[in-house]
Nanobody, 127 residues
Framework: QVQLVESGGGSVQAGGSLRLSCAAS????????MGWFRQAPGKEREGVAA???????SYADSVKGRFTISQDNAKNTLYLQMNSLKPEDTAMYYC?????????????????????WGQGTQVTVSS
């Protein structure tokens, strides 16, 4: 059974940094496409970043230059380094994975593409 477990969320002041981690387990095949999504209260789930098995990445315009998605295949762990955080980054952040290959720019915009999800980790940025 595939499990994705996020960690690293918390409360920070604007301008601060956090690094989210997503530990994946329970599968013997490769996850070809992984991503980070976020959802703020009353808003739709938004794709933040996505990465494929070759390391190609895609970012939402709102986080470009501030967030970096990466993966450690040896550890089956996905990361999201978040710098220069803003109050509008406040949301629940979710890790997602899919065994199918993907076009990262498209996958990032389609949460329904991903078959596996973590439980989420809260990020709160105060001004």
């Amino acid at each position: 059974q595939v499990q994705l477990v996020e960690s690293g969320g918390g409360s920070v002041q604007a301008g601060g940094s956090l690094r989210l981690s997503c530990a994946a387990s329970g599968y013997s095949y490769s996850m070809y496409c992984m991503g980070w999504f976020r959802q703020a209260p009353g808003k739709e789930r938004e794709g933040v970043a996505a990465i494929d098995s070759l390391g190609r990445t895609s970012y939402a315009d709102s986080v470009k230059g501030r967030f970096t998605i990466s993966q450690d295949n040896a550890k089956n762990t996905l990361y999201l380094q978040m710098n220069s955080l803003k109050p509008e980054d406040t949301a629940m952040y979710y890790c997602a994975a899919e065994a199918r290959s993907c076009y990262v720019d498209l996958a990032r915009k389609l949460p329904g593409f991903f078959g596996y999800w973590g439980q989420g980790t809260q990020v709160t940025v105060s001004s």
